[in-house]
């Protein structure tokens, strides 16, 4: 597999149920990207690993949700206590190290949330 | 604060016309400029841009960046069906003029290519 992977590709929740999603990226890379992006708009940055360290996260990111890449291999993003605003197409993107030939981000196929 | 802006966001015109998309931007510690097209799914990358002046081409695409006036072009030629999609332009930014960058998006050009 040399795409980025992610999973489920849909899911449906009821609001107030926690929801996690998990993203495989290409093996060589160690940059790891979540995007939230919804209807009309372009993706919105959340959260930035390098390697298996948090190292950014947006102002989008409230407490109820969190994200974790241990081993720096695959990450997990969980959604507490979910809300309609949650809904939303979950986008996963992963780049090789800084100053490597093919430098370009690749995205993952995304998981779209919807809460009910 | 930093901002992409795309123009038009949606466009529609005949198969065999030729289109020009567009990006400005206002980000502090630029570092590069990406397009993307976008079909429902996962982005797919078509280019990346770091200096002003240099065009880059894959076929009937091709692409510009001006840093001084802060602004790039998508252009697409003999457009085909297939060429209808999301076109999103994003740039990356280093924070505290730092190594690590994320990706700051526009919302995107839709063209749809009639036949």
């Known amino acids: 597999d040399t795409g980025v992977s992610q999973d489920p590709r849909h899911k449906i929740t009821k609001r107030g149920q926690n929801v996690t999603f998990r993203c495989d990226p290409i093996?060589?890379?160690?940059?790891l990207y979540w995007y939230r992006q919804t209807l009309g708009q372009g993706p919105e940055f959340l959260t930035y690993f390098q390697n298996e360290a948090q190292l950014e996260k947006s102002r989008l990111l409230s407490d109820r949700f969190s994200a974790e890449r241990p081993k720096g291999s695959f990450s997990t993003l969980e959604i507490q206590r979910t809300e309609q605003g949650d809904s939303a197409m979950y986008l996963c993107?992963?780049?090789?190290?800084?100053?490597?030939?093919?430098?370009?981000?690749?995205f993952g196929s995304g998981t779209r949330l919807t809460v009910v | 604060e930093d901002k992409v802006v795309q123009s038009p966001l949606s466009l529609v015109v005949h198969e065999g016309d030729t289109v020009t998309l567009n990006c400005s931007y206002e980000v502090t510690n630029f570092r590069s400029l990406l397009w993307y097209k976008q079909e429902k799914k996962a982005p797919t990358f078509l280019f990346m841009l770091?200096?002003?002046?240099i065009e880059k081409k894959s076929g009937r695409l091709s692409s510009i960046l001006d840093k001084k006036e802060l602004f790039s072009i998508l252009n697409i030629t003999a457009t085909q069906t297939g060429d209808s999609a999301v076109y999103l332009c994003?740039?990356?930014?280093?924070?505290?003029?730092?190594?690590?960058?994320?990706?700051?998006f526009g919302k995107g050009t839709k063209l749809s290519v009639k036949p």
């Open positions: 770091t200096s002003s002046g």
């Open positions: 093996s060589e890379h160690n940059r």
């Open positions: 993107a992963s780049a090789p190290k800084q100053g490597t030939a093919n430098y370009g981000y690749t």
């Open positions: 994003a740039v990356e930014a280093s924070k505290y003029g730092g190594s690590q960058g994320n990706l700051i």
